[in-house]
């Protein structure tokens, strides 16, 4: 673990500074290419000098055949030293050697060091008689000549002829005695006049060749050149037989400097751009490095953050496990809440802590988070605490995995509703007892908006006495409205509008049509709730006062049956005091009268008069027994009764005073029709009618009667009208059904007639009205039920 | 004194007869008429404007009457009175004994007083003085 720490941690320090690494592998590859290069250059170099050298070793192979050559020269002329020690056909030997070797001056044989013979002699007599083993000059290689009892080349030297000369001496011995020398004189130009050495590319090289001194031991460069000898740049081999020195000279020894230099140049810029490569590849990683450091510094303190916030956030948070339903971690508002440790929670599950009747509700929910049918979800259960308390809570379900994974966690977010639960179950109880109170009051109890008349209450009670229930009430817009009864509809909304915009509250009656089609009388009682000086809703409560308008209706009915009766009873009351009164007055006048009367004459005319007073009287109480009987007849006897039967007989009895008057009745009356009534009473009304009708005709013109029957509210209606004078009902209207009471001074008019009909229509359960213009006509309806 | 006029309005007949023999045997009065009805009464009132005859002096009004009865003559009466120019004595003389019509007759100020019937001597020699 360490490990791959430190590693990750080398590697990151690579990453996080990329300019480094990449000055770190240029230098590396600037290493590697550098060794590489000086490696090639050496390389080469050797085999730039491995060639040299081979061409000087041609050349020195060259020269060493050429002086083995001479050796054999020089040997081929000692043998012409005969036993005596003298030269025998010197002269001739010499000629044949340097017919045969052209590279040959000439040659000499020195005896004892002496030059004698030298062919040719021309050119080269200056050295006869030279004593080369005591001159100094050439002493030293004379000797090492002898030394070395081999040819020993001396020189090069100045020939007397001109250019530069080697000598070639052997020493000879003759008897095991030293004799002297051979030698060659050889031209330096001949000898180096090899094919080695003239197809040497000179452009490339210079050659030159030096002598050590024997004596001196210093070394003398003998070709002249321009070029400068640097032995660093050339190639040497030593020729022991002369003690020189051969050189062959790198006259371009920069030459592979100049590609070294451009290939190094290359290779830097190579290493530069690996090493920038590197630095541009790793600077994105460093980016990136660096960032995923800022992220994970991030995480960690959000991290923290959210550690906290879980450990003391005012709500209970859980992981749960979702395969086992265990608590994977709680935070201390949990624990606090539900009385376990933190420990002590792990072990447990939802369902060891929720209530067992909220288990099933809790699962169901689950399930359909697993199958991904909701995305999440609130509940409202209740847990079981440590100590076997309550709680009410609300939690919050949300799942951790993604959409299409299967269930691995989720988080359960708890808030205590407990206090809440309290409360609301206070007032959902409140409520309960308002509702089950204004539910039993035995009134509909409602509220609506002041303006529109849209109830947002009603109670239950309306469903008892209207049949509705209060949500279709609520539900249906303007249902107030539209189940007013139409005729008190206008009045009732403009009641309660006048009233609302008063803002007074207010109590009237009207009637609604209830669900089974019944008229209910209601009694509103309003009052306006007024908010910000506006009517903002209206309460009331409606009562159904349907009996009690009964009663009244009944009162009422009673109550004008009691006044008609007292009315009644004041005609009667006018009966006696004006009918009754007027015939005792008289009575009482013609009585005095007759007291005071001062003839028989005169008293036998008041006699008279107080006869025709009691004819008077005698019929008016006749009369007044007739209505009596009526109105005290209580069970009069009703059959049903053809009604053209009936008009005919009537007709029949007025007959006469119809043909006198030329009075046209005209009937639309079949046989058909029957009607139930007291036969005398039909008769009675019928005759009273017709003869009024005939009666009272107007004599500009011809009577004519109209008798109808038709039905009118259920009710069969007889209708009588005529052409006749008519009765100003403005005036006598309210007279027309009065005892006595006459319109005209007609002289058979009694006012008696329509008193007693109406009496009879009115004992018989119907009624009677009447439509009259003066001097048009008048029209009779009868009213049978 | 003898000068007097006297107008009986009413619909009974025998009434009449019995006025007009109280009215005889009083002496004030020097001519009396009869009408059974308010509308003869107010026809009679008409005619004596246009003729510019002399107009009762006292009248006995009925108040049941067909046609016209007392209070539609007094109606039609108070129409004519700018046309008359005496002073016309009117009294209801009626057997109603009903407390609104006396007071309907003191209410109106063209009545002087209500007799009840029956209407004796001493009564029209009241009215009359």
């Given amino acids: 673990m360490k490990l791959t720490k430190s590693l990750t941690s080398h590697n990151n320090w690579f990453i996080i500074k990329p300019k480094l690494t990449g000055i770190l592998v240029f230098l590396l590859f600037c290493i590697v290419f550098s060794l590489i290069i000086s490696q090639q250059y050496?390389?080469?170099?050797?085999?730039?000098?491995?060639?040299?050298?081979?061409?000087?070793?041609?050349?020195?192979?060259?020269?060493?055949?050429?002086?083995?050559?001479?050796?054999?020269?020089?040997?081929?002329?000692?043998?012409?030293?005969?036993?005596?020690?003298?030269?025998?056909?010197?002269?001739?030997?010499?000629?044949?050697?340097?017919?045969?070797?052209?590279?040959?001056?000439?040659?000499?044989?020195?005896?004892?060091?002496?030059?004698?013979?030298?062919?040719?002699?021309?050119?080269?007599?200056?050295?006869?008689?030279?004593?080369?083993?005591?001159?100094?000059?050439?002493?030293?290689?004379?000797?090492?000549?002898?030394?070395?009892?081999k040819m020993y080349f001396a020189g090069p030297f100045e020939l007397r002829q001109g250019g530069l000369g080697i000598l070639g001496r052997l020493a000879i011995y003759k008897n095991n005695k030293f004799w002297g020398f051979s030698a060659v004189i050889i031209r330096l130009e001949t000898l180096l006049k090899k094919p080695?050495?003239?197809?040497?590319?000179?452009?490339?090289?210079?050659?030159?060749?030096?002598?050590?001194?024997?004596?001196?031991?210093?070394?003398?460069?003998?070709?002249?050149?321009?070029?400068?000898?640097?032995?660093?740049?050339?190639?040497?081999?030593?020729?022991?037989?002369?003690?020189?020195?051969?050189?062959?000279?790198?006259?371009?020894?920069?030459?592979?400097?100049?590609?070294?230099?451009?290939?190094?140049?290359?290779?830097?810029?190579?290493?530069?751009?690996?090493?920038?490569?590197?630095?541009?590849?790793?600077?994105?990683?460093?980016?990136l490095e660096i960032l995923l450091r800022k992220q994970s510094d991030k995480l960690l303190k959000n991290e923290i953050k959210f550690k906290s916030i879980f450990d003391q956030a005012a709500v209970g948070i859980t992981y749960v496990d979702s395969h086992t339903g265990k608590f994977s971690e709680v935070n201390k508002r949990f624990c606090e809440l539900t009385g376990y440790s933190s420990e002590e929670s792990k072990s447990m599950d939802l369902e060891s802590i929720t209530h067992p009747e909220d288990i099933k509700k809790s699962l169901l929910f689950l399930e359909k988070l697993y199958k991904h049918e909701i995305e999440e979800f609130s509940l409202e259960k209740r847990y079981i605490s440590k100590y076997g308390k309550i709680i009410w809570v609300n939690i919050?379900?949300?799942?951790?995995?993604?959409?299409?994974?299967?269930?691995?966690?989720?988080?359960?977010?708890?808030?205590?509703?407990?206090?809440?639960?309290?409360?609301?179950?206070?007032?959902?109880?409140?409520?309960?007892?308002?509702?089950?109170?204004?539910?039993?009051?035995?009134?509909?109890?409602?509220?609506?908006?002041?303006?529109?008349?849209?109830?947002?209450?009603?109670?239950?009670?309306?469903?008892?006495?209207?049949?509705?229930?209060?949500?279709?009430?609520?539900?249906?817009?303007?249902?107030?409205?539209?189940?007013?009864?139409?005729?008190?509809?206008?009045?009732?909304?403009?009641?309660?509008?006048?009233?609302?915009?008063?803002?007074?509250?207010?109590?009237?009656?009207?009637?609604?049509?209830?669900?089974?089609?019944?008229?209910?009388w209601m009694r509103d009682i309003v009052n306006v709730i007024v908010e910000n000086n506006e009517a903002k809703s209206l309460r009331g409560i409606m009562i159904d006062v349907t009996k009690?308008?009964?009663?009244?209706?009944?009162?009422?009915?009673?109550?004008?049956?009691?006044?008609?009766?007292?009315?009644?009873?004041?005609?009667?009351?006018?009966?006696?005091?004006?009918?009754?009164?007027?015939?005792?007055?008289?009575?009482?006048?013609?009585?005095d009268l007759i007291e005071t009367s001062e003839s028989e004459e005169e008293k036998e005319e008041m006699v008279q008069l107080l006869k025709s007073v009691s004819d008077s009287l005698n019929e008016t109480m006749l009369n007044l027994n007739e209505i009596v009987n009526i109105q005290t007849n209580v069970g009069i006897v009703t059959e049903n009764l053809n009604l053209k039967q009936y008009l005919d007989n009537t007709l029949s009895i007025l007959g006469d005073?119809?043909?006198?008057?030329?009075?046209?009745?005209?009937?639309?009356?079949?046989?058909?029709?029957?009607?139930?009534?007291?036969?005398?009473?039909?008769?009675?009304?019928?005759?009273?009618?017709?003869?009024?009708?005939?009666r009272y005709s107007h004599h500009d013109r011809n009577p004519v009667i109209n008798?109808?029957?038709?039905?009118?509210?259920?009710?069969?209606?007889?209708?009588?009208?005529?052409?006749g004078i008519g009765i100003d009902l403005n005036k006598n209207g309210h007279k027309i059904f009065g005892m006595y009471k006459k319109f005209s001074t007609h002289k058979d008019s009694k006012g008696i007639g329509l008193f007693i009909t109406k009496n009879q229509i009115d004992a018989m359960g119907g009624s009677i009205t009447v439509e009259s213009e003066p001097n048009l006509g008048t029209t009779f309806k009868v009213y049978i039920s | 004194m003898k000068e007097k006029t006297i107008w009986i309005i009413d619909d009974d007949p025998i009434y009449q007869i019995i006025m007009k023999k109280i009215i005889v045997k009083s002496e004030i009065f020097s001519s009396n008429f009869s009408f059974s009805d308010g509308k003869e009464a107010i026809d009679s009132l008409k005619k004596i404007i246009l003729k510019n005859e002399k107009f009762p002096d006292i009248i006995l009004l009925d108040i049941e009457m067909p046609i016209l009865d007392g209070w539609g003559f007094m109606e039609e009466f108070a129409l004519l009175k700018p046309q008359i120019n005496a002073e016309i004595k009117i009294y209801i003389s009626s057997s109603s004994i009903a407390i609104e019509d006396k007071e309907r007759a003191q209410n109106n100020p063209g009545i002087l007083g209500y007799m009840s019937k029956p209407v004796t001597l001493d009564n029209l020699i009241k009215i009359a003085s």
Avoid at chain 1, 101 to 115: E, F, K, S, T
Wanted: with cysteine; aromatic share 10%.
């Fill in chain 1, 396 to 520: 919050t379900v949300s799942p951790l995995w993604k959409k299409g994974e299967t269930p691995s966690n989720h988080i359960v977010i708890i808030e205590d509703i407990s206090k809440r639960k309290k409360a609301d179950k206070i007032i959902i109880d409140s409520q309960k007892r308002i509702e089950s109170l204004i539910n039993t009051v035995d009134g509909i109890v409602w509220e609506c908006d002041a303006k529109t008349l849209e109830f947002n209450f009603i109670s239950k009670k309306v469903e008892d006495i209207l049949g509705y229930t209060s949500e279709e009430w609520i539900n249906t817009p303007d249902f107030w409205t539209n189940h007013i009864l139409p005729k008190d509809k206008e009045f009732t909304l403009r009641y309660c509008e006048e009233q609302t915009a008063l803002k007074q509250n207010h109590d009237f009656e009207y009637r609604i049509i209830a669900k089974d089609g019944t008229i209910v």
């Fill in chain 1, 548 to 591: 009690t308008k009964e009663i009244e209706k009944e009162l009422n009915n009673s109550f004008n049956l009691v006044s008609e009766q007292n009315k009644r009873l004041l005609n009667f009351s006018y009966i006696v005091s004006h009918n009754l009164r007027s015939h005792t007055s008289n009575i009482s006048s013609i009585v």
């Fill in chain 1, 707 to 723: 008798i109808d029957c038709y039905i009118e509210n259920k009710k069969t209606v007889v209708q009588i009208s005529d052409n």
């Fill in chain 1, 657 to 694: 005073q119809i043909e006198l008057k030329g009075v046209t009745v005209v009937s639309s009356i079949d046989d058909t029709i029957e009607v139930n009534y007291n036969p005398a009473y039909l008769q009675s009304v019928l005759y009273n009618l017709i003869s009024n009708a005939i």
């Fill in chain 1, 196 to 287: 080695e050495f003239v197809n040497l590319d000179h452009s490339k090289y210079f050659f030159q060749f030096s002598k050590i001194n024997l004596n001196t031991k210093k070394e003398t460069f003998i070709l002249n050149t321009k070029e400068k000898l640097d032995p660093e740049n050339a190639v040497t081999s030593i020729i022991p037989d002369g003690d020189w020195k051969l050189y062959l000279v790198d006259k371009k020894p920069n030459e592979l400097v100049f590609p070294f230099v451009i290939r190094s140049l290359l290779a830097l810029f190579l290493a530069s751009l690996i090493g920038f490569l590197i630095t541009s590849f790793f600077k994105k990683p460093a980016e």
């Fill in chain 1, 42 to 149: 050496q390389i080469a170099k050797k085999a730039k000098y491995d060639a040299m050298r081979a061409k000087l070793q041609a050349i020195h192979k060259s020269i060493d055949e050429s002086l083995k050559n001479y050796y054999v020269d020089a040997l081929t002329l000692s043998l012409s030293i005969n036993d005596k020690g003298i030269p025998e056909n010197f002269e001739a030997v010499g000629k044949q050697i340097l017919a045969t070797n052209p590279n040959i001056d000439a040659v000499q044989l020195v005896p004892n060091g002496i030059i004698k013979y030298t062919y040719p002699e021309k050119g080269n007599q200056a050295a006869k008689g030279i004593d080369i083993l005591n001159s100094k000059k050439y002493c030293f290689e004379a000797f090492k000549a002898i030394e070395t009892r």
